[in-house]
């Protein structure tokens, strides 16, 4: 059965800084892209960063010189380090692999003072 499972999500002063973390299980971690998007409420799910099995990533350009996404494939984990987080940040992140396009549950990141 594949999982992926999201956490390290919370609440955090702006300027600060979280990182999120997903581990997956059941799926041969290393061959596939993995990625991070979100979902604020009323908005559409958008991306944040991928991570290709190469180790190449991409940034929307919102996040871009403040998250960094990276993987450790001997753990099947996906990271996301958020630095200088604002409320605009705030959302529900979800994991993503390229593996059936499939989907975490989330974890919600709320960026308040």
């Known amino acids: 059965q594949v999982q992926l499972v999201e956490s390290g999500g919370g609440l955090v002063q702006p300027g600060g800084s979280l990182r999120l973390s997903c581990a997956a299980t059941?799926?041969?971690?290393?061959?596939?892209?993995m990625g991070w998007y979100r979902q604020a409420p009323g908005t559409q799910r958008e991306l944040v960063a991928t991570i290709t099995s190469a180790g190449s990533t991409n940034y929307a350009a919102s996040v871009k010189g403040r998250f960094t996404i990276s993987r450790d494939n001997a753990k099947n984990t996906v990271y996301l380090q958020m630095n200088s987080l604002t409320p605009e940040d705030t959302a529900v992140y979800y994991c993503y692999t390229s593996w059936r396009n499939y989907w975490g549950q989330g974890t919600q990141v709320t960026v308040s003072s």
């Open positions: 059941g799926i041969t971690f290393r061959v596939y892209t």
